[in-house]
T-cell receptor
Framework: GAGVSQSPSNKVTEKGKDVELRCDPI?????LYWYRQSLGQGLEFLIY????????KSGLPSDRFSAERTGGSVSTLTIQRTQQEDSAVYLC?????????????FGQGTRLTVV | SQKIEQNSEALNIQEGKTATLTCNYT??????LQWYRQDPGRGPVFLLL?????KEKRKERLKVTFDTTLKQSLFHITASQPADSATYLC???????????FGRGTSLIVHP
């Protein structure tokens, strides 16, 4: 596609429910990143993928969070048993490769509200 | 621990003036630094990248400097316009990690 696409753009869920957030990166981009941005806060790094592999999951806030990427393309971030503190904008980005000189292209984000 | 600091207070300037935003970092030796622009309700958009061995980088009305001794980057927008109003984020990478680490951003408001 022309850019990074995230769905849904908005999600309201009840506390305790599971949610799945989807990211379609730019075609051909091997690196994919998930960040979380709370109101007035910076981007909190969650996890990255190089191809389908996620070498470092230490950025995930708790074991309720998981992510996968299939076919070197689409990624899904799953939050189980959502809590109110999970409310934030979840941003996905992709880059041509993992490396120091590559820019990240961001999607528009998924605004998650846990009520 | 690594820390990236950007002024949390909004920068208000008049149209036509030069806006200067600051990004300071500690406990970090980045190989590169990036600047992004973020508009409300949108994801960040890449603007410029500068490497550790570069002192200055320019793109149209934008200029970025990178001082690894001071551990500081300055981001300048010359002849600012109201359309430049947005939040500007700096991101550092390298030094063992290729994952961009972002500052909180500084809001720029350009008044007509």
């Amino acid at each position: 596609g022309a850019g990074v696409s995230q769905s849904p753009s908005n999600k309201v869920t009840e506390k305790g429910k599971d949610v799945e957030l989807r990211c379609d990166p730019i075609s051909g981009h091997t690196a994919l990143y998930w960040y979380r941005q709370s109101l007035g806060q910076g981007l909190e790094f969650l996890i990255y993928f190089q191809g389908n592999s996620a070498p470092d999951k230490s950025g995930l806030p708790s074991d309720r969070f998981s992510a996968e990427r299939t076919g070197g393309s689409v990624s899904t971030l799953t939050i189980q048993r959502t809590q109110q503190e999970d409310s934030a904008v979840y941003l996905c980005a992709s880059s041509l490769r993992l490396g120091p000189n590559t820019e990240a292209f961001f999607g528009q984000g998924t605004r998650l509200t846990v009520v | 621990s690594q820390k990236i600091e950007q002024n949390s207070e909004a920068l208000n300037i008049q149209e036509g003036k030069t806006a200067t935003l600051t990004c300071n970092y500690t406990n970090y030796s980045p190989a590169y630094l990036q600047w992004y622009r973020q508009d409300p309700g949108r994801g960040p958009v890449f603007l410029l990248l500068i490497r550790e061995n570069e002192k200055e980088k320019r793109k149209e009305r934008l200029k970025v400097t990178f001082d690894t001794t001071l551990k500081q980057s300055l981001f300048h927008i010359t002849a600012s316009q109201p359309a430049d109003s947005a939040t500007y984020l700096c991101a550092l990478g390298g030094g063992g990690s290729y994952i961009p680490t972002f500052g909180r951003g500084t809001s720029l408001i350009v008044h007509p």
